[in-house]
């Protein structure tokens, strides 16, 4: 089953598959994820992430994304890049 990926701030949106990295459907939407260590401890990664688009979106949760992947069981998920200048 694919999933809609709604990336903001930018407002892209992709299709991905259930258990896609997510590293991986940034890359495809033409982003970029910044990374550091890649193993779940450094945090440079971190996105929020949300059930649904739009107003019908769940509350976001804090994901790490090199260590995450598209869930099961959702259709819509809107993905929130912190955008941190210092980066
Ligand atoms: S790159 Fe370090 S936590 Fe994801």
């Known amino acids: ?12 949106t992709v299709s991905a598959e259930v258990g896609e990295p997510l590293l991986q459907v940034a890359n495809r939407a033409g982003l970029s994820i910044p990374t550091g260590c ?8 971190e996105v929020e992430l949300s059930v649904g688009v739009g107003e019908a979106a ?22 929130s890049l912190f955008v941190d200048p210092t980066w």
């Not at 089953?1 to 892209?12: A, E």
């Not at 890649?38 to 990664?45: D, N, R």
């Open 58 to 79: 769940a509350e976001a949760t804090a994901v790490r994304a090199c260590i995450s992947s598209v869930p099961p069981g959702c259709e819509q998920i809107t993905i």
């Open 38 to 45: 890649l193993m779940g401890s450094c945090y440079a990664c």
């Open 1 to 12: 089953m694919s999933v809609q990926i709604c990336f903001l701030p930018d407002n892209v």
